[in-house]
């Protein structure tokens, strides 16, 4: 399984923009990418996932290092309803989706 | 659509009673997966099933656990024997394919409390 690296907590302001890095430098060329995240006190929620380019969604924006090495999740506007924890995760034919401890993200008002 | 259905939201059991989880996937879904959330702490994968076959149950705990997906009807994950450890957040999510290049929708979880 690749390792992750993301930063324990975040903070931004409401209605900025907010970018959520994630180091995956043991990852292999055919590990997706995938982000979810987790409201309080509901079930995890997808968010978007990639293998190479950088992709787009009504959620949010996934680039992707070249080196794939990194990866950042952009949300374009951050409102308070996007305070959650957000998880970064690598995943192959072989691996299930294996949750770490993730970036809980604060939206100041 | 309707999205993961758990129910029931919230289940309380008294010591050594079972618990019976139900998970019913999205339609057209043939895969599920289970994770487990304790107070303060991580999800963590728990089992893999597609209709009627267990793919992979590297995180179920050796006894007392058992999940199925039968052919017909919702997937149920069993806990025997309930102890005051196994009060936890449980989490169905189901995909229509492996979920390595698909999203995980997930239910809303069951909450199991043990007296």
């Known amino acids: 399984d690749a390792k992750t690296t993301q930063p324990n907590s975040m903070e931004s302001n409401e209605e900025e923009p907010v970018h959520l890095p994630c180091n995956h430098s043991?990852?292999?060329?055919?590990?997706?990418i995938h982000w979810y995240r987790q409201l309080p006190s509901q079930g995890p929620e997808y968010v978007i996932h990639?293998?190479?380019s950088n992709v787009n969604n009504r959620m949010a924006s996934l680039a992707i290092a070249e080196d794939r090495k990194s990866s950042t999740l952009i949300l374009h506007r951050a409102t308070l309803r996007d305070a959650a924890v957000y998880y970064c995760?690598?995943?192959?034919?072989?691996?299930?989706?294996?949750f770490g401890k993730g970036t809980r993200l604060h939206i100041l008002p | 659509n309707a999205g993961v259905m758990q129910n029931p939201r919230h289940l309380v059991r008294r010591r050594g009673q079972e618990a019976r989880l139900r998970c019913s996937p999205m339609k057209g879904h043939s895969h599920v997966y289970w994770y487990r959330q304790l107070p303060e702490e991580g999800l963590k994968f728990m089992v893999y099933?597609?209709?009627?076959?267990?793919?992979?149950e590297s995180g179920m705990p050796k006894e007392r656990f058992s999940a199925e997906f039968p052919k017909e009807g919702p997937s149920i994950l069993r806990i025997q024997q309930v102890v005051r450890g196994d009060s936890a957040a449980y989490f169905c999510?189901?995909?229509?394919?492996?979920?390595?290049?698909?999203?995980?929708?997930f239910g809303n979880g069951t909450r199991l409390t043990v007296t």
């Open positions: 999510a189901s995909s229509p394919k492996t979920g390595y290049n698909s999203p995980l929708h």
């Open positions: 995760i690598p995943a192959n034919r072989d691996d299930k989706i294996i």
């Open positions: 099933l597609q209709k009627e076959n267990i793919i992979d």
């Open positions: 990639g293998l190479t």
């Open positions: 043991t990852i292999s060329g055919t590990d997706y």
